[in-house]
T-cell receptor, first 114, second 113 residues
Framework: DAGVIQSPRHEVTEMGQEVTLRCKPI?????LFWYRQTMMRGLELLIY????????DSGMPEDRFSAKMPNASFSTLKIQPSEPRDSAVYFC????????????FGQGTRLTVV | KQEVTQIPAALSVPEGENLVLNCSFTDSAIYNLQWFRQDPGKGLTSLLLIQSSQREQTSGRLNASLDKSSGRSTLYIAASQPGDSATYLC????????????FGQGTTLQVKP
Protein backbone atom coordinates (compact mmCIF):
# COMPACT_ATOMS: atom_id res chain seq x y z
CA ASP A 1 0.00 0.00 0.00
CA ALA A 2 1.24 3.51 -0.77
CA GLY A 3 0.30 4.75 2.66
CA VAL A 4 -1.87 7.76 3.44
CA ILE A 5 -1.82 10.13 0.48
CA GLN A 6 -2.47 13.83 0.85
CA SER A 7 -2.77 16.52 -1.79
CA PRO A 8 -1.63 19.08 -2.47
CA ARG A 9 1.71 18.98 -0.65
CA HIS A 10 1.92 22.75 -0.65
CA GLU A 11 -0.79 25.37 -1.02
CA VAL A 12 -0.38 29.13 -1.09
CA THR A 13 -3.57 31.15 -1.23
CA GLU A 14 -4.81 34.62 -0.60
CA MET A 15 -6.85 35.53 2.43
CA GLY A 16 -10.54 35.03 1.78
CA GLN A 17 -10.12 32.23 -0.74
CA GLU A 18 -11.50 28.75 -0.32
CA VAL A 19 -8.98 25.99 0.31
CA THR A 20 -9.62 22.27 -0.05
CA LEU A 21 -7.22 19.67 1.28
CA ARG A 22 -7.55 16.05 0.23
CA CYS A 23 -6.73 12.73 1.80
CA LYS A 24 -6.77 9.11 0.71
CA PRO A 25 -6.44 6.76 3.69
CA ILE A 26 -4.79 3.37 3.65
CA UNK A 27 -7.06 0.84 1.97
CA UNK A 28 -9.04 -1.12 4.54
CA UNK A 29 -8.62 1.40 7.34
CA UNK A 30 -11.91 2.51 8.84
CA UNK A 31 -10.84 5.52 10.89
CA LEU A 32 -9.53 8.80 9.52
CA PHE A 33 -8.15 11.77 11.42
CA TRP A 34 -7.29 15.34 10.47
CA TYR A 35 -4.58 17.07 12.52
CA ARG A 36 -3.05 20.52 12.34
CA GLN A 37 0.54 21.30 13.30
CA THR A 38 1.83 24.75 14.22
CA MET A 39 4.92 25.90 16.03
CA MET A 40 2.88 27.43 18.82
CA ARG A 41 0.37 24.66 19.45
CA GLY A 42 2.06 21.55 18.11
CA LEU A 43 -0.16 18.78 16.72
CA GLU A 44 -3.87 19.12 17.39
CA LEU A 45 -6.74 16.88 16.33
CA LEU A 46 -9.35 18.71 14.28
CA ILE A 47 -11.84 15.97 13.48
CA TYR A 48 -12.05 12.23 13.08
CA UNK A 49 -14.28 9.82 11.20
CA UNK A 50 -15.15 6.22 11.91
CA UNK A 51 -16.67 4.24 9.04
CA UNK A 52 -17.08 7.52 7.10
CA UNK A 53 -19.13 9.11 9.89
CA UNK A 54 -17.81 12.17 11.75
CA UNK A 55 -17.45 11.18 15.39
CA UNK A 56 -15.81 14.16 17.04
CA ASP A 57 -15.33 17.58 15.47
CA SER A 58 -14.69 19.44 18.70
CA GLY A 59 -11.21 20.36 17.49
CA MET A 60 -12.45 22.24 14.46
CA PRO A 61 -11.52 25.82 15.28
CA GLU A 62 -14.36 27.68 13.60
CA ASP A 63 -17.31 27.33 11.29
CA ARG A 64 -14.99 28.26 8.47
CA PHE A 65 -13.63 24.72 8.72
CA SER A 66 -15.56 21.74 7.40
CA ALA A 67 -14.66 18.14 6.64
CA LYS A 68 -16.33 15.39 4.68
CA MET A 69 -15.76 11.74 4.01
CA PRO A 70 -18.07 10.70 1.17
CA ASN A 71 -16.58 7.19 0.97
CA ALA A 72 -14.01 4.99 2.63
CA SER A 73 -11.21 6.07 0.34
CA PHE A 74 -11.49 9.85 0.32
CA SER A 75 -11.81 12.78 2.68
CA THR A 76 -11.62 16.55 2.32
CA LEU A 77 -10.92 19.38 4.73
CA LYS A 78 -12.21 22.71 3.52
CA ILE A 79 -11.50 26.20 4.82
CA GLN A 80 -13.78 28.96 3.61
CA PRO A 81 -12.86 31.78 3.83
CA SER A 82 -9.19 31.24 4.66
CA GLU A 83 -7.27 33.55 6.99
CA PRO A 84 -3.52 34.04 7.60
CA ARG A 85 -3.81 32.37 11.02
CA ASP A 86 -4.88 29.17 9.27
CA SER A 87 -1.33 28.81 7.94
CA ALA A 88 -0.05 25.48 9.23
CA VAL A 89 0.74 21.93 8.18
CA TYR A 90 -2.37 19.78 7.97
CA PHE A 91 -1.96 16.04 8.41
CA CYS A 92 -4.32 13.23 7.65
CA UNK A 93 -3.94 9.89 9.43
CA UNK A 94 -5.75 6.58 9.26
CA UNK A 95 -6.00 3.45 11.36
CA UNK A 96 -7.96 0.23 11.61
CA UNK A 97 -10.24 0.09 14.60
CA UNK A 98 -10.69 -1.63 16.89
CA UNK A 99 -8.18 -4.33 16.00
CA UNK A 100 -5.16 -2.21 15.10
CA UNK A 101 -4.61 1.00 16.95
CA UNK A 102 -1.47 2.24 15.26
CA UNK A 103 -2.00 5.49 13.39
CA UNK A 104 -0.33 6.08 10.03
CA PHE A 105 0.20 9.63 8.84
CA GLY A 106 0.37 11.23 5.43
CA GLN A 107 3.12 13.62 4.38
CA GLY A 108 0.98 16.63 5.17
CA THR A 109 -0.16 19.72 3.32
CA ARG A 110 1.69 22.92 4.10
CA LEU A 111 -0.84 25.74 3.83
CA THR A 112 0.21 29.36 3.61
CA VAL A 113 -2.47 32.04 3.58
CA VAL A 114 -1.18 35.47 2.59
CA LYS B 1 -7.86 16.95 30.30
CA GLN B 2 -4.93 14.87 29.13
CA GLU B 3 -1.65 16.72 28.75
CA VAL B 4 1.55 15.27 27.32
CA THR B 5 4.95 16.73 28.08
CA GLN B 6 8.29 15.84 26.53
CA ILE B 7 11.63 16.63 28.06
CA PRO B 8 14.06 17.84 26.90
CA ALA B 9 12.77 20.02 24.07
CA ALA B 10 16.10 19.69 22.29
CA LEU B 11 19.10 17.44 22.63
CA SER B 12 22.49 17.37 20.93
CA VAL B 13 24.79 14.38 21.36
CA PRO B 14 27.91 12.99 19.68
CA GLU B 15 27.53 9.96 17.48
CA GLY B 16 27.61 6.64 19.29
CA GLU B 17 26.00 7.78 22.52
CA ASN B 18 23.06 6.00 24.07
CA LEU B 19 20.27 8.40 24.90
CA VAL B 20 16.87 8.60 26.55
CA LEU B 21 13.92 10.75 25.58
CA ASN B 22 11.22 11.32 28.15
CA CYS B 23 7.45 11.61 27.85
CA SER B 24 4.97 12.18 30.67
CA PHE B 25 1.19 12.30 30.65
CA THR B 26 -1.25 13.55 33.26
CA ASP B 27 -4.06 10.99 32.94
CA SER B 28 -2.95 7.39 33.39
CA ALA B 29 -6.16 6.05 31.82
CA ILE B 30 -4.68 5.52 28.38
CA TYR B 31 -5.32 2.87 25.75
CA ASN B 32 -1.86 3.03 24.21
CA LEU B 33 1.16 5.23 23.64
CA GLN B 34 2.90 5.77 20.35
CA TRP B 35 6.32 7.19 19.51
CA PHE B 36 6.79 8.95 16.18
CA ARG B 37 9.68 10.39 14.27
CA GLN B 38 9.33 13.54 12.17
CA ASP B 39 12.00 14.75 9.78
CA PRO B 40 11.98 18.44 8.77
CA GLY B 41 9.20 19.16 6.30
CA LYS B 42 8.00 15.57 6.40
CA GLY B 43 5.18 13.59 7.88
CA LEU B 44 5.19 11.42 10.98
CA THR B 45 6.65 7.95 10.92
CA SER B 46 5.45 5.54 13.57
CA LEU B 47 8.33 4.02 15.52
CA LEU B 48 6.79 2.04 18.34
CA LEU B 49 3.33 1.40 19.76
CA ILE B 50 2.90 0.27 23.36
CA GLN B 51 -0.47 -1.01 24.50
CA SER B 52 -1.53 -0.03 28.02
CA SER B 53 -1.06 -3.63 29.18
CA GLN B 54 2.54 -3.73 27.95
CA ARG B 55 5.68 -2.49 29.67
CA GLU B 56 7.97 -2.09 26.69
CA GLN B 57 8.47 -2.52 22.95
CA THR B 58 11.66 -2.90 20.98
CA SER B 59 12.56 -2.28 17.36
CA GLY B 60 16.19 -2.47 16.36
CA ARG B 61 18.15 0.13 18.32
CA LEU B 62 14.97 1.59 19.78
CA ASN B 63 13.33 0.56 23.02
CA ALA B 64 10.26 2.22 24.46
CA SER B 65 9.02 1.64 27.99
CA LEU B 66 5.72 2.50 29.60
CA ASP B 67 4.90 3.03 33.26
CA LYS B 68 1.22 3.82 33.11
CA SER B 69 0.73 4.27 36.84
CA SER B 70 3.33 7.02 37.02
CA GLY B 71 2.34 8.50 33.66
CA ARG B 72 5.72 8.07 32.03
CA SER B 73 7.31 6.64 28.93
CA THR B 74 10.88 6.66 27.74
CA LEU B 75 12.38 6.11 24.32
CA TYR B 76 15.86 4.66 24.47
CA ILE B 77 18.08 4.99 21.41
CA ALA B 78 21.21 2.87 21.44
CA ALA B 79 24.41 3.78 19.62
CA SER B 80 23.01 6.95 18.10
CA GLN B 81 23.81 7.84 14.49
CA PRO B 82 23.59 11.12 12.53
CA GLY B 83 20.64 9.60 10.66
CA ASP B 84 18.72 9.55 13.94
CA SER B 85 18.59 13.35 13.89
CA ALA B 86 14.91 14.30 13.83
CA THR B 87 12.07 15.37 16.08
CA TYR B 88 10.61 12.59 18.22
CA LEU B 89 6.99 12.87 19.24
CA CYS B 90 5.11 10.99 21.91
CA UNK B 91 1.33 10.59 21.68
CA UNK B 92 -1.26 8.90 23.90
CA UNK B 93 -4.66 7.50 23.04
CA UNK B 94 -7.40 7.66 25.64
CA UNK B 95 -8.87 4.61 27.37
CA UNK B 96 -12.03 4.75 25.29
CA UNK B 97 -9.94 3.70 22.28
CA UNK B 98 -11.35 6.27 19.91
CA UNK B 99 -8.00 6.56 18.22
CA UNK B 100 -7.65 10.23 19.09
CA UNK B 101 -4.03 11.02 19.83
CA UNK B 102 -2.82 13.71 22.23
CA PHE B 103 0.69 14.75 21.29
CA GLY B 104 3.60 16.14 23.21
CA GLN B 105 5.59 19.03 21.76
CA GLY B 106 8.42 16.76 20.77
CA THR B 107 12.15 16.46 21.39
CA THR B 108 14.42 17.64 18.59
CA LEU B 109 17.49 15.44 18.47
CA GLN B 110 20.75 16.26 16.75
CA VAL B 111 23.42 13.59 16.54
CA LYS B 112 26.77 15.03 15.56
CA PRO B 113 29.27 12.97 13.52
Amino acid sequence: DAGVIQSPRHEVTEMGQEVTLRCKPISGHNSLFWYRQTMMRGLELLIYFNNNVPIDDSGMPEDRFSAKMPNASFSTLKIQPSEPRDSAVYFCASSLRPEGTEAFFGQGTRLTVV
Amino acid sequence: KQEVTQIPAALSVPEGENLVLNCSFTDSAIYNLQWFRQDPGKGLTSLLLIQSSQREQTSGRLNASLDKSSGRSTLYIAASQPGDSATYLCAVSGSSNTGKLIFGQGTTLQVKP
